[in-house]
T-cell receptor, first 110, second 114 residues
Framework: GQNIDQPTEMTATEGAIVQINCTYQ??????LFWYQQHAGEAPTFLSY????GLEEKGRFSSFLSRSKGYSYLLLKELQMKDSASYLC???????????FGKGTRLHILP | EADIYQTPRYLVIGTGKKITLECSQT?????MYWYQQDPGMELHLIHY???????EKGDLSSESTVSRIRTEHFPLTLESARPSHTSQYLC?????????????FGPGTRLTVL
């Protein structure tokens, strides 16, 4: 089976940097995704990592270490609109299904 | 990014009614999914389809049924709605091999059963 752990809530200040960690356990890892979800809305895709290393996309970066079963999402120059839940999701090679973590609710303070 | 649509966006209905939630995507994606999500809670996969005439149940037991007669259309039906079905239903689609099968979500249907 799979298990995904990420912090339930985090708080950061506008303009700062925040790192949201995700650890996972799976018997057939085949990719990791990060999604952003504002309250009451659908998740929107942020990033995809399948190889070790850092993927940068504007203010957002995502890192993966397959040997450690670990990923993080880095958000720079935080804006109030970044207040949302951030979902870590892992794809299993055996059945191709994507399992979502419970999400980290990020609060941005002015 | 996929264009994926869901109707209705909001539905309030009485117990025992039959309902169908519509989901359509215009990107020709081969895979489609239905998730259920309660407020502040995680996404649960309830149905998925890897192609026309192919449907499977997800990890969360659901009394709903789905069909995939056309690539672009993946409706979800509840034969007899109950208050326990009150939730948000999210449809998603992906294309095999594109960005690791990145899923793109529709706006969701918020269902309330009285």
């Amino acid at each position: 089976g799979q298990n995904i752990d990420q912090p339930t809530e985090m708080t950061a200040t506008e303009g700062a940097i925040v790192q949201i960690n995700c650890t996972y356990q799976t018997s057939g890892f085949n990719g990791l995704f990060w999604y952003q979800q504002h309250a009451g809305e659908a998740p929107t895709f942020l990033s995809y990592n399948v190889l070790d290393g850092l993927e940068e996309k504007g203010r957002f970066s995502s890192f993966l270490s397959r040997s450690k079963g670990y990923s993080y999402l880095l958000l720079k120059e935080l804006q109030m609109k970044d207040s949302a839940s951030y979902l870590c999701a892992v794809r299993d090679r055996r059945d191709d299904k994507i399992i979502f973590g419970k999400g980290t609710r990020l609060h941005i303070l002015p | 990014e996929a264009d994926i649509y869901q109707t209705p966006r909001y539905l309030v209905i009485g117990t025992g009614k039959k309902i169908t939630l519509e989901c359509s995507q215009t990107m020709g994606h081969d895979k489609m999914y239905w998730y259920q999500q309660d407020p502040g809670m995680e996404l649960h996969l309830i149905h998925y389809s890897y192609g026309v005439n192919s449907t499977e149940k997800g990890d969360l037991s659901s009394e709903s049924t789905v069909s995939r007669i056309r690539t672009e259309h993946f409706p979800l039906t509840l034969e007899s709605a109950r208050p326990s079905h009150t939730s948000q239903y999210l449809c998603a689609s992906s294309e095999t091999g594109q960005g690791g099968d990145t899923q793109y979500f529709g706006p969701g249907t918020r269902l309330t059963v009285l």
